[in-house]
């Protein structure tokens, strides 16, 4: 029926958001585009654990414990 005319703004739309309207972590995420979320979760999720770990081994070294 009706034909769709392209204009400036609508001929070449972007299909990501610019980066100036992500937030933090969405921006992290965009460097890392070709990785699966699944493992940069993993990867964060082993760098806390791991903090966490060594605050708890402080914690007892100063205490005594270890």
Known sequence: MGEEK???ETEK???RPDRSQLNAFEN??????KVP????DIFIGI???????????GILKSKGIL
């Not at 992290?28 to 585009?33: A, I, L, M, S, V």
């Not at 760098?47 to 081994?57: D, R």
């Open 37 to 40: 979320l699944k493992y940069i």
């Open 13 to 15: 739309k972007p299909d």
């Open 6 to 8: 392209t204009t400036p």
């Open 47 to 57: 760098c806390i654990a791991a903090l966490v770990i060594v605050v708890l081994v």
């Open 28 to 33: 992290f995420y965009e460097n890392f585009r």
